[in-house]
């Protein structure tokens, strides 16, 4: 289970938000696949969402392998849920794969496009051995899904 002290100041359940390399470059970057909103419209739209189904959320972006494998090293004490596209890292890193692997609480892989649809290297994702479910191909709204069923399984019960 995530930590106890997985909730922010404000003792929401927080969802620790992982965007992989070139992410940055959203509404730059081959708008016919990935379209035209940004990174920061992408932050937006998880706050909103965070906001609307009572979770804290902790975005951000890295193109380091090292950094997104330290984030999830220390989400065991700050998150209790991950939403993780890990773009360019998702067919190439088994050590995001054995991060992710050691983080108790439910883990949503989300990507833009449909990866089934493009470049047979693609096809393969080692986060996907770690996640508890695969949402692509929704575009921007597969993060507010994404954050929105992971909430459903981090909030307590009645």
Not at 86 to 110: N, R, Y
Request: aromatic share 8%; net charge negative; charged share 20%.
């Amino acid at each position: 289970m995530p930590h106890p002290t997985a909730t922010n100041a404000t003792d929401k359940p927080v969802i620790l938000i992982i965007n992989g390399p070139n992410l940055n470059m959203l509404g730059i970057r081959q708008p016919e696949v990935y379209g035209h909103d940004t990174l920061a419209d992408v932050e937006a739209l998880c706050r909103a969402t965070g906001e609307a189904v009572g979770v804290g959320i902790d975005f951000r972006q890295s193109d380091s392998e090292a950094e997104i494998i330290r984030w999830i090293q220390l989400a065991r004490q700050s998150a209790a849920g991950i939403v993780i596209n890990p773009a360019g890292f998702t067919s190439t890193s088994i050590a995001i794969l054995d991060a992710l692997l050691i983080f108790d609480g439910p883990i949503f892989e989300c990507h833009i496009s449909p990866l089934f649809r493009r470049e047979e290297f693609r096809h393969l994702s080692y986060v996907s051995k770690a996640a508890t479910a695969k949402i692509e191909g929704f575009g921007v709204d597969g993060y507010a899904f994404s954050i929105e069923r992971c909430a459903d399984l981090i909030r307590p019960r009645d």
